[in-house]
Nanobody, 119 residues
Framework: QVQLVESGGGLVQPGGSLRLSCAAS????????MGWYRQAPGKQRELVAA???????DYADSGKGRFTISRDNAKNTVVLQMNSLKPEDTAVYYC?????????????WGQGTQVTVSS
């Protein structure tokens, strides 16, 4: 079984920072792209940031200049550093990864971690 476990969410004031971490475990041969998505109440899930297996990042416009995504391939982890947080960043954040094992590749999701930006 493959699992993605997120940590690092919480309550932060506007302008503050949070660091989200996600660790993949289980039967893993390789991991392709990894990313972070978020879903606010009443809205669709949207991409926040993604990173290729070679470490090339891509960001949604909402996070450019404020968020940084990174990964450690040796530890099967991906991190989202979020700075200058705004109330509109409030959402449940989900980790996503393309994981290959036993000759197939599947898309996996974490359970989600709540981020609340409020004074």
């Amino acid at each position: 079984q493959v699992q993605l476990v997120e940590s690092g969410g919480g309550l932060v004031q506007p302008g503050g920072s949070l660091r989200l971490s996600c660790a993949a475990s289980g039967r893993i041969f390789s991991i392709g792209a990894m990313g972070w998505y978020r879903q606010a109440p009443g809205k669709q899930r949207e991409l926040v940031a993604a990173i290729t297996s070679r470490g090339i990042p891509d960001y949604a416009d909402s996070g450019k200049g404020r968020f940084t995504i990174s990964r450690d391939n040796a530890k099967n982890t991906v991190v989202l550093q979020m700075n200058s947080l705004k109330p509109e960043d409030t959402a449940v954040y989900y980790c996503n990864a393309e994981i290959s094992n036993w000759g197939r590749t599947d898309n996996y999701w974490g359970q989600g971690t709540q981020v609340t930006v409020s004074s």
